[in-house]
């Protein structure tokens, strides 16, 4: 939940009301997020949900935690946002332990979470409204946020009628009610059509652009590939490498080059490696034959990098 004063259904108002809003100041140079040894494990669980991870997210970048389902991304998401405060090693955000934020931290961050958190028998615009209700300060306008995300036309509906995706895009609206600092997205295009999963990308470049730092909890490559500054294999409640999509695929992927010609009638379709010796002098003369009809250069996926990494799939 996003809102001030809960925490996934439990009232958290009195330690809101006991503690002042102060707000921590941070040297643009300070991570907005410093994680150091986190571990977690889940109440009657034999293994670690999280194993000692290390990390940073610093002032406007998005930081993707890119990873098959069961691998700790979702775990880590509720630790920060101070759902699971039953954890070990040092967690800082936003200046401050998270465990010992109280209910002003929800007027700091933004949480858009992979299962619609919404009241189906409201309208949109009543949730917001409601939503809207419970923050300290200013909040941006309902119709506002409704038509950003495409949803004007249903603004009046009641939220049980709502297909999936548009209930994922009203808890993504809901999220940015009060223009949070810090934005938590868990499988932010899930159940979205392509134009719609584009629609909440461009929201989200946006933010950065406006300074808003984000992490992204997700499985699709696109996501990171697209969002992300940085990302993070995660596999097993562990990291094992964490940098740039670019970087990342330039170090751990090959490019490939496809080359496509016909020969007797037939199309003959070959593949070379440029760093390898024998496949680029393959290349060359094929080039300087002219005996094909298209080449095509294939760059390694995030995908296919992460599978190379970790030995696993993200699905």
Sequence with gaps: MV???????????????????????EASSDPVVAVSGLRFTYPGAADETLRGLDF?????EVVGFLGPSGAGKSTTQKVLVGLLDDYEGSVTVLGREVREWGGDYYERVGVSAESPNTY??????????????????????????????GLSDAADRRVADYSKGMKMRLNFARSL???PDLLFLDEPTTGLDPANARRVKDIVL??????TTV?????????ADELCD?????????IPVVDAPDALKRRHGSRRVRVESTEDGRERVREFDPADEADAAALAEVVRSGRYDTIHTEEATLETVFIDVTGRTLR
């Design 177 to 179: 009610l009060h223009d």
């Design 3 to 25: 809102e001030r004063g809960r925490r996934d259904g439990v009232d958290a108002a009195s330690a809101a009301d006991r503690e002042p809003d102060v707000r921590p100041t």
């Design 230 to 238: 940085r990302v993070a294999f995660v596999v097993d409640g562990e």
């Design 206 to 211: 946006d933010l950065q652009r406006s300074g």
């Design 56 to 60: 940073e997210i610093h002032p406007g």
């Design 215 to 223: 992490f992204v909890a997700t499985h699709d490559m696109s996501v």
């Design 120 to 149: 189906v028998k409201l309208t949109g615009r009543e949730n917001l409204d409601l939503f809207a209700s419970l923050y300290d300060g200013e909040t941006r306008d309902a119709e506002e946020l409704l038509s950003l995300v």
